[in-house]
């Protein structure tokens, strides 16, 4: 069986990952005054975007998800024929339409696919499971890398669908911005309210930097640090000690808002790649995705792991 991998574009795991795998990204549009970029996951690209001079008005950006009718022709046009099985990885679906999306044009996919894939030689069943990952970014891509594991060593379906929303509840995302008022104005443009001007104003006064933990469909702050590379210091020390202690999936992935080497430079970096290297853990390291530096601000940082348990306090 031929089983494929889909997902949106804020989904952050490096190049080499979506290339072994062969995952399909769903792109996202970016439009920023008159210009307009397609986020793609090319990190490259986002490179490019972060050093132009159009990413400084990202505040009042507009982005768009793949709509309900374009996600029904890429799989009627492409994705029904290449694959007999499909999993749709979306960002939570409290942040972004993408989810709803896909599962309202899998009800059209799954209506009409019959005639496309006979036309190319398929008469067997096409099947489509399109899961909210209840993640964002780099944290999205724990449950992708689990996914296109279990794929390439031939599990089927209901084997990989079991394992996924089993790990999905204990995927943890911990999330440090640079800039909170940056983040607030663009949580409001986008009708989120989860950060007020009070608590934006007095952290950007004293350089408070909340850590977000994200788990389960929810976000929220667990811990609030006086600077930005001592709350990165934390986060990755956090990490480090529960990579010692086991993971579920062999995997932490973390992307930065801006080029890898600043993250690298990071106080407590070194530590946490240690402890990977040390504990059999893979640790994929990836620029955020333009979308998200768009909603975030530049220079944040993102760590995803599966583990049971406590959060960081």
């Not at 909340?210 to 930005?228: D, Q, S």
Request: net charge negative; charged share 20%; proline share 4%.
């Amino acid at each position: 069986m031929r089983i494929g991998l889909v997902v949106d574009a804020t989904c952050d795991v490096p190049a080499e990952v979506f290339e072994r795998y062969g995952i399909v990204v769903l792109p996202i549009s970016i439009k920023i005054g008159s210009t307009t970029f397609a986020d793609t996951r090319s990190e490259d690209a986002t490179l490019a975007f972060l050093e132009s001079d159009v990413a400084e008005g990202g505040i009042d950006a507009e982005t768009a998800s793949f709509s309900v009718d374009q996600i029904r022709d890429l799989f009627l046009q492409k994705l029904v024929i290449d694959f007999d099985y499909v999993f749709c990885l979306t960002v939570m679906r409290s942040r972004s339409p993408v989810y709803d999306n896909a599962n309202q044009a899998s009800f059209a996919i799954l209506n009409e696919y019959k005639p496309v894939r006979q036309a190319a030689g398929h008469n067997t069943p096409f099947a489509l499971r399109v899961v909210d990952t209840q993640n964002v970014l780099a944290a999205q891509g724990v449950s992708l890398l689990e996914a296109a594991r279990m794929i390439a060593a031939g599990d089927q379906p209901p084997k990989i669908r079991a394992r996924i929303e089993q790990l999905i509840p204990n995927v943890h995302g911990y999330l440090v911005v640079r800039d909170l008022q940056y983040m607030r104005s663009r949580t409001r443009k986008r009708g989120d309210s989860s950060v007020s001007l009070f608590s934006a104003s007095v952290g950007t006064m004293l350089d408070i930097k909340p850590i977000l933990h994200g788990c389960a469909g929810n976000t929220e702050p667990v811990a609030k640090v006086r600077g930005f590379d001592a709350a990165a210091r934390k986060l990755f020390l956090h990490t480090a000690q529960r990579v010692k202690e086991g993971l579920l999936t062999p995997d932490v992935c973390m992307s930065y808002g801006g080029p890898l080497e600043e993250m690298r430079a990071l106080p407590g970096y070194e530590s946490l790649r240690s402890a990977c290297a040390e504990n059999s853990v893979n640790l994929y390291e990836s620029v955020m995705s333009m979308t998200g530096m768009v909603n975030l601000g530049k220079g944040c940082l993102i760590i995803g792991f599966a583990a049971e348990g406590q959060t960081l306090s």
